[in-house]
T-cell receptor, first 113, second 114 residues
Framework: GEDVEQSLFLSVREGDSSVINCTYT??????LYWYKQEPGAGLQLLTY?????DMKQDQRLTVLLNKKDKHLSLRIADTQTGDSAIYFC?????????????FGQGTTLQVKP | EPEVTQTPSHQVTQMGQEVILRCVPI?????FYWYRQILGQKVEFLVS????????KSEIFDDQFSVERPDGSNFTLKIRSTKLEDSAMYFC????????????FGPGTRLLVL
């Protein structure tokens, strides 16, 4: 079946790097995503990676994908207090290709000044 | 920047009442979705809608739920007889069916069933 798991909480100091991890079960996933949710707000797409890639860098964000272990991570360099939010890992299952997303439970990132 | 809008932002209702949550997807998009997020839990897929019909639905989307695109711009989620456990944030999303960067989420409607 389709399932995505994340750790629930991460606390870092401002200026440090944050690494948020995610595992998924669907080996046929086409894309894997990271969404950000700030308090009271909707879901904002941060970045995504196609399943045939193993790394993608976008400014302070680095996504690493290990297909063998079905492990995805998001690294935020030089973490700022404005990065405090909930980060959701998500996948698009290949089956059906209706574009639906399967989300993890979200990792709350707390950035201390 | 295109955006998906949702109304109302908050709704409080009594158990057993019907509610309709409204969404205006991005105009040239082809797929439309509803997701829900019970407080502190995962964002869960409810239903996808394409070409004026449901293309996929989850186990959560039972007979109490229905979706409609009544006028070519709005996309609605109706819950016929609300239960306490329907209390959640409901997100609408739409997708152009291009790359993943063309899927956008609305800000959500927080539904509270008393």
């Amino acid at each position: 079946g389709e399932d995505v798991e994340q750790s629930l909480f991460l606390s870092v100091r401002e200026g440090d790097s944050s690494v948020i991890n995610c595992t998924y079960t669907d080996s046929s996933s086409t894309y894997l995503y990271w969404y950000k949710q700030e308090p009271g707000a909707g879901l904002q797409l941060l970045t995504y990676i196609f399943s045939n890639m193993d790394m993608k860098q976008d400014q302070r964000l680095t996504v690493l994908l290990n297909k063998k272990d079905k492990h995805l991570s998001l690294r935020i360099a030089d973490t700022q207090t404005g990065d405090s939010a909930i980060y959701f890992c998500a996948e698009t299952p290949r089956a059906g290709n209706t574009g639906k997303l399967i989300f993890g439970q979200g990792t709350t990132l707390q950035v201390k000044p | 920047e295109p955006e998906v809008t949702q109304t109302p932002s908050h709704q409080v209702t009594q158990m057993g009442q019907e509610v309709i949550l409204r969404c205006v997807p991005i105009s040239n998009h082809l797929y439309f979705y509803w997701y829900r997020q019970i407080l502190g839990q995962k964002v869960e897929f409810l239903v996808s809608f394409y070409n004026n019909e449901i293309s996929e639905k989850s186990e959560i989307f039972d007979d109490q739920f229905s979706v409609e695109r009544p006028d070519g711009s709005n996309f609605t989620l109706k819950i016929r007889s609300t239960k306490l456990e329907d209390s959640a944030m409901y997100f609408c999303a739409s997708w152009e069916a291009g790359g993943p960067e063309t899927q956008y989420f609305g800000p959500g409607t927080r539904l509270l069933v008393l």
